[in-house]
């Protein structure tokens, strides 16, 4: 049973340019939530979506981020207009459902950085 | 605003003996906590949880205790061992309802090293 999946594992970007995060869920999971760990800094939650609807986007700066879950397909994070801050290691987690005791089982991570 | 705080930003241990993390959090709405591990370059991995009314849960090597009242948790390593050198993160959640979506709240980690 393949774990969550992401890519590109790492990603450059010129100042400017969009950057597209994927993230595959683990099979049966329908709950997607996004994380950015900035440097020397703890995960910070960014967007939960299930299938075709975002639930939860109180961490996703107002400007130039977005993200979906389509109903076939992985979810994308999708970084617009990327600034040399936005450079970090953004982590996508699946759950089977979004109940409190439910584990959130994290991909590898797509790191990024922007020059 | 840290709801959730990890005041030691690295442990330093010999094999064969005890690990403590401890991690403290502000939110009395959390319900349930959990600890990840990480290694470099790789997503976190799920270690052990604990709700709220439990004040402690225990998987093999790895035991996590919650005091409400003081609003802390540590987890504990017994033996430990080099393989356990990594970085520890506390994460915290509210119960999921109509206000809460669930989403964690991180601490910003410990690195512990366990010394052969």
């Known amino acids: 049973n393949a774990g969550v999946m992401q890519n590109p594992r790492h990603l450059v970007r010129r100042r400017g340019q969009e950057a597209r995060l994927r993230c595959s869920p683990m099979k049966g999971h329908s709950h997607v939530y996004w994380y950015r760990q900035l440097p020397e800094e703890g995960l910070k939650f960014m967007v939960y979506l299930q299938k075709e609807n975002i639930i939860d986007e109180s961490g996703m700066p107002k400007e130039r981020f977005s993200a979906e879950f389509p109903k076939e397909g992985p979810s994308i994070l999708r970084i617009q207009q990327v600034v040399r801050g936005d450079s970090a290691a953004y982590f996508c987690?699946?759950?089977?459902?979004?109940?409190?005791?439910?584990?959130?089982?994290f991909g590898p991570g797509t790191r990024l950085t922007v020059l | 605003d840290q709801q959730v705080k990890q005041n030691s930003p690295s442990l330093s241990v010999q094999e064969g003996r005890i690990s403590i993390l401890n991690c403290d959090y502000t939110n009395s709405m959390f319900d349930y906590f959990l600890w990840y591990k990480k290694y470099p370059a790789e997503g976190p991995t799920f270690l052990i949880s604990?709700?709220?009314?439990?004040d402690k849960n225990e998987d093999g090597r790895f035991t996590v205790f919650l005091n409400k009242s003081a609003k802390h948790l540590s987890l504990h390593i017994v033996p430990s061992q080099p393989g356990d050198s990594a970085v520890y993160f506390c994460?915290?959640?509210?119960?999921?309802?109509?206000?809460?979506?669930?989403?964690?709240?991180f601490g910003q980690g410990t690195t512990l090293q366990v010394k052969p």
């Open positions: 604990i709700s709220s009314i439990k």
């Open positions: 994460a915290a959640r509210k119960r999921v309802g109509s206000s809460n979506t669930g989403k964690l709240i």
């Open positions: 987690a699946s759950s089977l459902s979004g109940l409190s005791t439910d584990t959130q089982y």
